[in-house]
Structure formats: C-alpha cells, structure tokens
C-alpha cells in the first residue's frame, strides 16, 4: 500500500517556475514506477511524467519536454517535479501517482489527491 500527498502548486505567471513534490508513505515506494498526470478543465487526465524505479530513465510528454524534470529520492521516499518555463496551458490539477507501467494511468494503483497549479499569461 502506498499513499500519496502532493505539494507545491500556486499561481506563477507565465515563465515562471514551480517545483512540485509528492511524499510517499509505504515500504512500496521503492518498488514503484512513479508518474505526475494532469487534468485542466473539461480536459481529460494527461500524461506528463514517469520515472522508473531506480531513477535511471525518465519519460515525457512531449508538451513538456525540455521544460519539465522529474526526479526522486527513495531514501526519502519523495518524488518531485520541476517545471520551468510555465505555459498558461499547463494550468490544471497536477497527481503524483505510483505503480506498474509508465504512460498510461491505467498501470498506476495509487494516487495522491492533486494539487492545483495556475499559470497567469
């Protein structure tokens, strides 16, 4: 079992930089593939971020690659997503999640509750 909290979010202008993080409980942590989804207003959830086990590879949509870094650290069983370069087009609920797989949020079992991050043009 792995629960979730996210912290982080608030309103940037457009440019800006937030870092998001996501504090895990659980022995599990460690064992799971980690992934921050998205979900703006009358949008579907969108992938954003994966990141394997052992931090070695890293995935991304393509809609934040080159401004988006995910990173964790097991020992603190902590996950963290870096955004520079804020778009007003990234503004949604952004979820933490762990699991199997990495791109689909069909393969993660356990979410946290989202924390809300507006971007101001």
């Known amino acids: 079992q792995v629960q979730l909290v996210e912290s982080g979010g608030g309103l940037v202008q457009a440019g800006g930089s937030l870092r998001l993080s996501c504090a895990a409980s659980?022995?599990?942590?460690?064992?799971?593939?980690m992934g921050w989804f998205r979900q703006a207003p009358g949008k579907e959830r969108e992938f954003v971020a994966a990141?394997?086990?052992?931090?070695?590879?890293?995935y991304y949509a393509d809609s934040v690659k080159g401004r988006f870094t995910i990173s964790r650290d097991n020992a603190e069983n902590t996950g963290y997503l870096q955004m520079n370069g804020l778009k007003p087009e990234d503004t949604a609920v952004y979820y933490c999640?762990?699991?199997?797989?990495?791109?689909?949020?069909?393969?993660?079992?356990?979410w946290g509750q989202g924390t809300q991050v507006t971007v101001s043009s």
């Open positions: 999640a762990a699991g199997r797989g990495y791109l689909s949020d069909k393969e993660y079992d356990y």
């Open positions: 659980g022995r599990t942590f460690v064992s799971a593939v």
């Open positions: 990141i394997s086990r052992s931090g070695a590879r890293t």
